[in-house]
């Protein structure tokens, strides 16, 4: 043991010198190895202190109180004992809790604070913004903590209140006087707060004035002398009292004990599993790219070590010790790239925080070092290093000792298993993917990882290839390839790095394009282009829909806004509806009311409108079905399906009162000529119309009820309504809306283009830093033959051409091999991604970017190719020439 660790030990000596003297390679490698370290621990380490914990949030959620209990409801409720957020939607407490009820369960000596939140209405300069608010006792030292004061302080008396930075930005800071809710109560802004580790809008008002809130939810704060454990948290849940206890939520039960018996499990056990399996891919990958990058420096490094191996090995040393001295440059040159990375990221992400707080809406927590994870992190650096430098230290044990001091290369020989072992295992993985795309993504993801490490495998074969292609070529590229297949310890590896980067860029790209694609085809848009629909409060008159009619004209006067009317819908009690009556249908109303059967069909403005042609085209554009254009403009009912018109054309509406308890009454019928309009039976793509039942406005007075004002539509494709007026509008609408507002059909958006561009950016990035590595390294390598060039007559510029050729060979194959072997992972992921029909039928979807894959394969070779030649040296100093 003694004697290995010796040797080990003057291996490492002589390998940390050797990093010494050779300060360019030494660097290369540490780049290499350390910069995906660096970006994965600064990543890590800002994901970590993004993610706070619920022990961590403690403090904000219940200050300086031992318990906060919200008044849920007046039935059971499940809250999670670490957080106090419910699961699931119960029914509000009704009546609200009081403070007394609360204080009579509590242990005896509870001392109790009575808070709230909701909504309030806060006026702006083009109307009103509704804002999260908070009714709270700021003296109280229970509330302690809840609150991070920016500037200012903490309202303590009625007509004050805090805000948060944004909000102090659009209606000013200190002193400013705003009008809080539609009644315009005024307050002094007497301070600029946030919620700690939170972002967003809100206001703080004293709990005096909690009856300003919109929505309040009553919430306690209780400073309860011996605490609350979970049997009295349980007893509080059964009572429809969510409850965040400090004792409790410092050590939370399983999720098991506080879940109703419906959700245990929910979540998808194989969940875990499979992101686990995910994140071993990607590190896999990320190891694999590592070693592929820094592996020719490595070689290159063994070529120049070569005499200084061989006197060792002329002295005595064996084979293992040659090995054993590139062994440990990898671990010197891999353990010192993964500290000073380690390092670097973590400053990084220090650095980062602040400043990533001060541009966005994030907040972090705490700075958190996961020190595990970078420990882990620095451990597969020392991997990856020792993998990098594994295949040159073998080809290092293999040094003829004679041939290395005489200054002879020696043969290049391949083994032969290598190549079948690549082979085989890249057809495994071929198999894997193609019977993967009538699995799971996982299984196509597995697949293709097999694949093109078995491709890596296979690289100097592939690369020994290209030699009959030599006497081909002008004497540059002659060369060129000559020396990639002449060193295929160096060229391969760069090769195969480009091949994994470009393989796993097209695989992605085209999975991620046919997701698009899917999403493009089934999208189905809720208006036309540019178009505002407005959807109003409840209880709105039609005098209110005037006022909004004005906004709008206001906003733009030679736009046309268009009126919707139909069934207007409370929510809860007694509710009158206008339906279809089924042809022939005589009972009541519940059993005879008409739907269409069969069809794929979405309305956009409700089951039933009352709308002029114009109305429409303005709400559902080229979607409308002329049939019913042609009804309406002839004083027509338009129904989209069969079964509610009779073979005389007419059509019965009946008002229908539904009394909320699953009893209905008729109001009244009306019997209205009609045209049916036959729609489509199921298809793959949904079908969007206006409604179902489309009434003209000529036919009101003869309808059994009367139909409200339900919506209004302004704008379209020639007049779209922009991003400001959007803002502007809903802005005004708060004042004559209520809970009213507009939403803009801005079309199907592409949520993945951003994502594909930087995967594109990046992988272009690895391609030119492995070709130009390779290039660099391989015109270091052959310094002495274009001295002998030289001295033979050569012109200057066949260095040039030979470096660019070099990174055609490198850049260019690597990259078509990589389309080669990504697009039929990339078809596979396709079809598990997008198989989900939703019973419609639909066809998967696969779709190939090839302009992409264009840019990729081949525009980002030639870029290299390019920096090549702008950037490498025609002349090189007379070298000294031995032999």
């Known amino acids: 043991m003694s004697g290995w660790l010796s040797r080990w030990r003057l291996a490492l000596r002589i390998a940390r010198r050797d990093a010494r003297r050779h300060r360019g390679r030494t660097l290369l490698v540490v780049l290499m190895v350390g910069l995906p370290v660096l970006v994965i621990t600064g990543g890590d380490t800002l994901f970590r202190t993004e993610g706070v914990t619920a022990a961590e949030e403690l403090p904000a959620r219940l200050g300086g109180a031992d318990v906060r209990i919200t008044g849920e409801s007046r039935q059971e409720v499940w809250a999670d004992p670490a957080t106090g957020i419910v699961w699931g939607k119960g029914r509000f407490a009704d009546p609200p809790w009081t403070a007394d009820e609360v204080q009579g369960l509590l242990p005896a000596g509870s001392r109790l604070v009575e808070a709230a939140t909701g909504w309030l209405y806060l006026r702006t300069d083009g109307g009103y913004a509704r804002v999260e608010a908070y009714a709270e006792d700021a003296a109280d030292p229970m509330i302690d903590g809840r609150y991070e004061v920016l500037d200012g302080r903490l309202p303590d008396r009625p007509g004050e209140v805090a805000v948060s930075p944004d909000v102090a930005d659009r209606v000013g800071g200190l002193g400013e006087e705003v009008a809080l809710t539609r009644d315009e109560v005024p307050a002094e802004v007497v301070g600029v707060v946030r919620r700690p580790f939170e972002s967003g809008d809100l206001l703080v008002v004293p709990g005096e004035d909690a009856d300003l809130l919109s929505d309040p939810l009553s919430r306690f704060f209780a400073d309860v002398p011996a605490g609350l454990d979970w049997a009295a948290v349980q007893a509080l849940n059964r009572r429809g009292l969510s409850v965040l206890s400090r004792e409790v939520a410092l050590d939370p039960p399983p999720e098991a004990a506080w879940l109703p018996p419906q959700a245990v499990g929910y979540s998808q056990p194989g969940s875990d599993a499979a992101e686990i399996a995910v994140i071993a891919l990607v590190v896999a990958a990320l190891v694999l790219e590592v070693v592929l990058l820094a592996g020719p420096a490595f070689a290159v490094g063994v070529r120049r070590q070569r005499r200084d191996l061989a006197l060792i090995g002329a002295t005595g040393g064996s084979a293992g010790d040659l090995r054993r001295i590139v062994l440990a440059n990898g671990v010197v040159l891999g353990g010192g790239a993964g500290v000073l990375g380690a390092a670097a990221g973590i400053g990084l992400a220090a650095a980062a925080v602040p400043v990533i707080e001060a541009r966005t809406d994030l907040v972090f927590g705490p700075f958190d070092v996961p020190v595990l994870e970078v420990l882990l992190v620095v451990a597969v650096a020392v991997l990856a290093g020792l993998a990098a430098a594994w295949f040159p230290a073998r080809q290092a044990a293999r040094t003829d000792v004679v041939d290395a001091l005489a200054g002879r290369r020696g043969q290049i020989r391949t083994s032969w298993r290598s190549p079948v072992a690549g082979l085989v295992a890249g057809a495994a993985g071929l198999a894997l993917v193609v019977l993967g795309a009538r699995g799971t993504e996982l299984a196509v993801a597995a697949g293709a990882a097999l694949l093109i490490i078995g491709i890596v495998v296979a690289t100097p074969w592939l690369v020994g290839l290209l030699a009959p292609l030599a006497e081909r070529l002008p004497v540059p590229g002659r060369l060129a390839v000559r020396d990639a297949t002449r060193n295929r310890s160096r060229t391969a590896p760069a090769v195969a790095a480009v091949m994994a980067t470009v393989a796993g860029i097209t695989a992605l790209v085209i999975g991620s394009a046919s997701d698009s694609a899917q999403?493009?085809?089934?999208?189905?848009?809720?208006?036309?282009?540019?178009?505002?629909?407005?959807?109003?409060?409840?209880?709105?008159?039609?005098?209110?829909?005037?006022?909004?009619?004005?906004?709008?004209?206001?906003?733009?006067?030679?736009?046309?806004?268009?009126?919707?009317?139909?069934?207007?819908?409370?929510?809860?009690?007694?509710?009158?509806?206008?339906?279809?009556?089924?042809?022939?249908?005589?009972?009541?109303?519940?059993?005879?009311?008409?739907?269409?059967?069969?069809?794929?069909?979405?309305?956009?403005?409700?089951?039933?409108?009352?709308?002029?042609?114009?109305?429409?085209?303005?709400?559902?554009?080229?979607?409308?079905?002329?049939?019913?254009?042609?009804?309406?403009?002839?004083?027509?009912?338009?129904?989209?399906?069969?079964?509610?018109?009779?073979?005389?054309?007419?059509?019965?509406?009946?008002?229908?009162?539904?009394?909320?308890?699953?009893?209905?009454?008729?109001?009244?019928?009306?019997?209205?000529?009609?045209?049916?309009?036959?729609?489509?039976?199921?298809?793959?793509?949904?079908?969007?119309?206006?409604?179902?039942?489309?009434?003209?406005?000529?036919?009101?007075?003869?309808?059994?009820?009367p139909v409200e004002t339900t919506g209004l539509v302004t704008g379209g494709p020639d007049d779209p309504v922009t991003e400001a007026q959007e803002q502007r509008i809903d802005e005004a609408l708060a004042v004559t809306a209520g809970e009213g507002g507009i939403s803009v059909e801005r079309g199907w958006q592409d949520d993945l283009a951003l994502a594909r561009v930087i995967l594109v950016l990046v992988g272009g990035a690895l391609v030119l830093i492995a070709t130009l590595t390779a290039t660099g390294l391989a015109l270091t390598d052959a310094r002495p033959d274009f001295a002998t060039l030289a001295a033979v007559g050569a012109a200057p510029r066949t260095r040039r051409f030979m470096a660019m050729a070099s990174a055609a060979v490198v850049g260019g194959g690597g990259a078509l091999l990589g389309v080669l072997v990504g697009i039929a992972p990339g078809i596979a992921v396709a079809y598990p991604l997008t198989s989900t029909d939703y019973g419609s039928g639909a066809q998967p979807v696969v779709d190939v970017p090839w302009g992409v894959l264009a840019a990729v394969g081949i525009a980002v070779p030639l870029v290299a190719v390019a920096v090549t030649g702008l950037f490498v040296r025609s002349r090189l100093p007379m070298a000294r020439r031995m032999g």
Do not use: K
């Open 519 to 705: 999403a493009r085809r089934d999208y189905v848009p809720s208006a036309p282009l540019g178009a505002g629909q407005v959807h109003g409060g409840t209880d709105m008159a039609e005098s209110d829909w005037d006022a909004v009619v004005a906004v709008l004209e206001g906003e733009a006067p030679d736009r046309p806004v268009h009126r919707l009317r139909g069934n207007t819908y409370a929510g809860t009690g007694v509710q009158d509806e206008l339906v279809a009556i089924e042809d022939g249908c005589t009972g009541a109303v519940t059993s005879c009311r008409w739907f269409p059967v069969g069809s794929n069909v979405m309305t956009t403005a409700g089951e039933l409108l009352v709308a002029d042609s114009a109305a429409l085209r303005a709400v559902a554009g080229d979607q409308v079905p002329d049939e019913v254009l042609a009804a309406v403009d002839a004083g027509r009912v338009a129904v989209l399906g069969d079964g509610a018109v009779g073979e005389d054309g007419v059509v019965t509406l009946a008002g229908a009162r539904y009394d909320g308890a699953g009893g209905s009454t008729t109001l009244g019928t009306a019997q209205l000529p009609a045209v049916e309009v036959q729609l489509p039976g199921a298809t793959q793509r949904a079908i969007s119309v206006p409604a179902l039942v489309v009434v003209p406005p000529s036919l009101l007075d003869r309808l059994p009820i």
